[in-house]
T-cell receptor, first 111, second 115 residues
Framework: TQLLEQSPQFLSIQEGENLTVYCNSSSVFSSLQWYRQEPGEGPVLLVT?????EVKKLKRLTFQFGDARKDSSLHITAAQPGDTGLYLC???????????FGAGTILRVKS | DAGVTQSPTHLIKTRGQQVTLRCSPK?????VSWYQQALGQGPQFIFQYYEEEERQRGNFPDRFSGHQFPNYSSELNVNALLLGDSALYLCASSLGTGALTGELFFGEGSRLTVL
């Protein structure tokens, strides 16, 4: 059983469309991170959210941490082909760097 | 500034064999964590090394062991390989073990195939 559930598992959209990826859990996390991974490479950190209700923006990407620190969302505005990749959410449950990852959302943006 | 480097990038083994994977952390980092990423899945935490000792461990059998050297580099050893050990093994480095944000820098991984 995955501690962090990501949805959808796969998303294929046209360039210029908006999308939202969700990361849900019944557990509380001290922090939650979003990574992007391309084929043949390791995950690259996009953002870390720590405070319940926190919203962070990174250009066309908006990240939100739920008030109860159990869930998060990633919204991409006007998606571009360069956004294509595997998006992973990861939560830290305790003091330390041990992360629990979701299974990921594969995003494909067609031009 | 060198990032996290892993070797080898790809390797093929047969069931029952043993494998050693290597990792050099990002410059300035002293903590190394290892993750296993099966095809179509997110990474799963194996263990973490700091000050040459295993500090945290995930739900992996004793066949998985590791080591950290004085220069902070690390090795992951897997004995008695099973088909199910086929995966991408990721090394991640960080500064210290207690960072609240848990910010990790990942290498490109070692792709292990067990036949």
């Amino acid at each position: 059983t995955q501690l962090l559930e990501q949805s959808p598992q796969f998303l294929s959209i046209q360039e210029g469309e908006n999308l939202t990826v969700y990361c849900n859990s019944s557990s509380v996390f001290s922090s939650l991170q979003w990574y992007r991974q391309e084929p043949g490479e390791g995950p690259v950190l996009l953002v870390t959210v720590v405070t319940g209700g926190e919203v962070k923006k990174l250009k066309r990407l908006t990240f939100q941490f739920g008030d109860a620190r159990k869930d998060s969302s990633l919204h991409i505005t006007a998606a571009q082909p360069g956004d294509t990749g595997l998006y992973l959410c990861a939560g830290a449950q305790e003091y330390g760097n041990k992360l629990v990852f979701g299974a990921g959302t594969i995003l494909r943006v067609k031009s | 500034d060198a990032g996290v480097t892993q070797s080898p990038t790809h390797l093929i083994k047969t069931r029952g064999q043993q494998v050693t994977l290597r990792c050099s952390p990002k410059s300035g980092h002293d903590t190394v964590s290892w993750y296993q990423q099966a095809l179509g899945q997110g990474p799963q935490f194996i263990f973490q090394y700091y000050e040459e000792e295993e500090r945290q461990r995930g739900n992996f059998p004793d066949r998985f062991s590791g080591h950290q050297f004085p220069n902070y580099s690390s090795e992951l050893n897997v004995n008695a390989l099973l088909l199910g050990d086929s995966a991408l093994y990721l090394c991640a480095s960080s500064l210290g073990t207690g960072a609240l944000t848990g910010e990790l820098f990942f290498g490109e991984g070692s792709r292990l195939t067990v036949l």
